[in-house]
């Protein structure tokens, strides 16, 4: 569940053992953190995650504007579980502090930001089980990969045997035939029943690339096949049919797309 707050004057938050994981996200002013025994200022540079059974103490400054991310406990072990194809025995604990540095981190930031704009612009999203169910998994995969967490080990490619070449063969022809059934890389892992280190490092040293880069690549061209032959007419026509193509960030994918083509989706169906 993804909501934003804005505070006129000062305000303190308690919470005494949370039931889910909170990400916030200040986006103007700043704000105090509380939280397993260390204390942060939280800006639009610097995020928190507070955990699942901790508790949690806030105080925001007048003017403070954030966003805000409920995770379910469930949907964070699920989507561990995937990633590592082992069973994930204890309660996941992340590091409280989120900063905006670092590749993996800047793109989380900017990839959250960007289904929240999605979000704002069709909010029938956020009701439908089929359209969010995907947006909310490639979100805790994301944050995963970029948060350090107590599992953060398992998911180093350094730690994986790579997948052998018949594997890697398996995914990029599942990818080239069905990207649509794929919303995320960790789909295509559990697919072939690997974990995501693993076969990111069987692309690396067979490929030379990533499955995120593969299935990017793939899904750009499949939807653009599908927008030549559909020929959409307008802007809710085209996202509609997007999202049946497992394009989960539009936002982000739109942009990909321009870079990719010269246009937008929506040009493209105009152009053609």
Not at 3 to 31: C, H, M, N, Q, W
Not at 183 to 202: C, F, Y
Not at 233 to 259: C, E, G, H, M, P
């Amino acid at each position: 569940m993804h909501t934003y707050t804005a505070y006129g004057a000062e305000a303190i938050v308690d919470v005494t053992e949370l039931t889910f994981y909170v990400v916030k996200i200040p986006l103007r002013g700043s704000l105090v953190v509380d939280s397993q025994s260390r204390r942060f200022l939280a800006s639009p540079r610097l995020g928190s995650v507070a955990d699942c059974g901790n508790s949690v103490s806030m105080w925001l400054g007048a003017g403070c504007e954030q966003l805000i991310w409920r995770i379910e406990p469930t949907l964070v072990i699920r989507q561990l579980a995937h990633m590592i194809n082992a069973e994930v025995e204890h309660r996941v604990l992340f590091d409280p502090n989120l900063p905006v540095t670092g590749m993996r981190r800047r793109d989380w930031m900017a990839l959250f930001k960007s289904l929240v704009t999605d979000l704002s612009r069709d909010p029938s999203l956020a009701t439908d089980p089929l359209l969010i169910d995907p947006v909310e998994r490639l979100l805790v995969q994301e944050l995963l990969l970029a948060q350090p967490h107590s599992y953060t080990m398992f998911l180093l490619d350094e730690f994986a045997s790579p997948a052998p070449s018949r594997v890697v063969d398996a995914a990029t022809e599942l990818m080239h035939h069905q990207p649509q059934r794929y919303p995320t890389v960790t789909d295509v892992a559990r697919e072939l029943g690997v974990g995501l280190p693993a076969l990111d490092k069987g692309f690396h040293r067979h490929l030379d690339t990533t499955v995120a880069a593969v299935l990017e690549a793939k899904r750009l061209r499949h939807v653009r096949k599908v927008l030549l032959a559909a020929c959409p007419s307008d802007s809710v026509a085209v996202t509609r049919l997007l999202r049946k193509q497992s394009v989960v960030a539009i936002s982000t994918f739109t942009n990909r797309y321009l870079r990719q083509y010269g246009e937008t989706p929506l040009q493209t169906t105009y152009r053609h």
